[in-house]
Every structure is written in C-alpha cells, then in structure tokens.
C-alpha cells in the first residue's frame, strides 16, 4: 500500500499546476480574492512579442464552469478597461478614484481570461527599438497571434483545456473575436484527427 501511495503522489508531481509565481493574492483598493487571481505574459514564439493575460476564476465552480476570453478594442484599447471598469469583481465608476465590489462581476459564473493585444497594448509589450516588425499589426496577423497566445495559454494552464470555451469582447472587439474564431476553427479542423495536438473546445 505504501508503494502504491507513493506512485500515486510521483504521479500526482507529474501533473503541471497553475504557475504560483503569477497567483495575484490582492490589489491596492481591492479585498484578499476569494477566488484565484493569475496575471503574467505569455511569449509569442519566434518573436519579441510578449502578450499580457489576467484570469478571474470563477467565484462559482472553476473546474467545470466555462471559460471567457475577453478583448477590447480600440484598437489598441486596453482589456484591464472591461476589468477594471465593467465586469471585473471590482469596478471603479467615471469620476471616481477608488474600487468598489461589481455585484455583477463576470465571473460569478464564468471563469474570465481578459488578453490585451496587440503587443503594445496595456501591459503587452515588443521590441520596438530591434523588431519594429513585431510590433505592427493587421486583422489577419492579430488573429494569428491570439490563436498562438489561446494555445500557449492553455499549455500553461491545462486545467482549463476540457472547460467550454467562448470568446468576447467590445467594440473593435467586434473585428479581433470572428478572426481569433476563424483561426481557432480552422486549428480544429486541420488537426481533427491528430489526438496529439489539442483543440480548444471551442
């Protein structure tokens, strides 16, 4: 029996956990989070391109509620804006220069992934001064990049990889969400019969 419990926890090691150096505890204005809080970057390989996520966890079941992924728009707008102003689990009014807790907070139900891209964009970052190339952009090329960003993702967090996946955003959203759509189904269908290579479950 010991044998086996020991397997069991070698096993158990095995299974990559979500990355504790980008678990955020708290934010100045903002109570300790009762729910899991993630923010770091996710690299775009072969570039300088650095993208910028923040995860809400669900306040109601992480492991089986669904995933949202969020963009604004602009573009060049932000997506801590939709988190820190609209459906964040705090929100700071027009005017006002403190926090105060969102009632109506997306992830009372929903596990929320807010991505700001392109690189240059909020936190989102590229070298400019040695790559100027990595940071300019088009609709084909940012719907690309989200769907290299949206793999990556979930290979650092593939606990989520089973959860039902959605995608949203705002304004020039309205342009970035049917082309990330658009690539991540073709991504589906072009590796339909690889059991290898994961498909978000879109």
Request: aromatic share 14%.
């Amino acid at each position: 029996m010991k044998r086996v419990s020991i397997v069991i926890l070698a096993l158990l090691g095995l299974i990559k956990a979500k990355p504790a150096d980008e678990f955020v505890k708290s934010l100045p204005g903002m109570a300790d989070f009762d729910f899991g809080v993630y923010s770091g970057y996710v690299p775009i390989k072969g570039t300088t391109k650095n993208i910028h996520y923040l995860l809400d966890e669900s306040q109601g079941n992480w492991e089986t509620d669904p995933l949202i992924i969020w963009y604004n728009g602009g573009p060049g707008c932000s997506s801590m804006l939709g988190w820190a102003q609209e459906h964040g689990p705090y929100v700071m009014d027009d005017g006002a220069t403190t926090f105060r807790k969102n009632d109506y907070s997306w992830n009372k139900e929903a596990n929320m992934l807010y991505i700001e891209q392109p690189a240059g964009v909020g936190y989102s970052y590229c070298d400019w001064d040695n790559h100027r190339e990595d940071c300019t952009f088009d609709d084909n090329s940012s719907g690309y990049d989200n769907l290299q960003v949206i793999l990556e993702w979930f290979e650092k967090y593939p606990e989520y990889k089973n959860h039902e996946l959605y995608i949203s955003g705002e304004s020039y959203g309205g342009i970035y969400v049917p082309f990330v759509v658009n690539q991540i189904h073709h991504h589906n269908v072009v590796n339909k019969k690889d059991p290898n290579t994961f498909k978000p479950n879109l």
